[in-house]
């Protein structure tokens, strides 16, 4: 089984890509192939709208998000961590968002399940408007999104590493990667069964 981790902070070791990695953390536990992608050390350029990928279904713009096509593929569960800018996801996380339209008719990630984290500097400093951002991209690709303990992970931090200071955060960031993992699975079991049924 394959999950992916997108991390939306354009700052290395940013807060939200530490809790992203602790999201991470059961499905490396129970065997998982994880593959992660940090805006940190990736170039992925905005849509600009040239609509070529209406005749091809591919992207024209040659950049790292070609292997985030693959990703989307590929994986099984996906989940997205963002920090808070001005109430909204960061303007790297939204390039990957955006540039899902070129592979949209292929619907790569529909029945597949999600899970987001949001990390802002104050408290009700946006944080549910960006999980609800990621959440409408979300289901715009099917995904199907699943909660932490209480929705989806908010956080309050500010400097790279603060959120290390915040033993229950990283836990929750836990929960929602096992609640992920969980229903991950059980869908999978489903289908054999179903396969079995019908055959
Ligand atoms: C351009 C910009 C806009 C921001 N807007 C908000 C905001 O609207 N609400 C908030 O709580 N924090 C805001 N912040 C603070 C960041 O969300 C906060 O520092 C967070 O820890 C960043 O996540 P990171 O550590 O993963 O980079 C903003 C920071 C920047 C650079």
Redesign the pocket.
């Known amino acids: 089984m394959n999950v992916i981790g997108i991390s939306g ?1 354009p ?1 290395k070791k ?4 530490i809790l992203l990695r602790h999201a991470l953390k059961p499905f490396e536990h129970n065997g998982w192939n994880v593959k992660t992608f940090l805006l940190s050390e990736l170039e992925i350029k905005p849509c600009n709208a040239c609509n070529s990928c209406r005749e091809s279904g591919t992207c024209i713009i040659n950049d790292d998000m070609q292997g985030i096509y693959d990703a989307f593929r590929w994986c099984n569960a996906i989940i997205i961590s963002s ?5 909204n996801v960061s303007a790297q996380l939204l390039s990957i968002l955006d540039r899902h339209y070129a592979v949209h008719i292929e619907k790569p990630l529909e029945g597949k399940v999600g899970g987001a984290i949001a ?4 408290p009700s ?2 944080q549910v408007t960006t999980l609800n951002a990621i959440y409408a991209w979300m289901l715009s690709c099917g995904i199907i999104c699943v909660p932490g303990e209480l929705a989806g992970v908010k956080a309050v ?2 400097k ?1 590493g603060d959120i290390l200071n915040q033993e229950n955060q990283l836990k929750q960031a836990e929960i929602l990667g096992f609640n992920i993992l969980k229903l991950t699975k059980t869908l999978q079991e489903k289908n054999e069964s179903d396969d079995l049924i019908n055959t």
């Open positions: 902070t700052r940013g807060n939200s890509e920090p808070v800018y001005y109430l990390v802002g500097n104050a400093g946006g931090a500010d790279p």
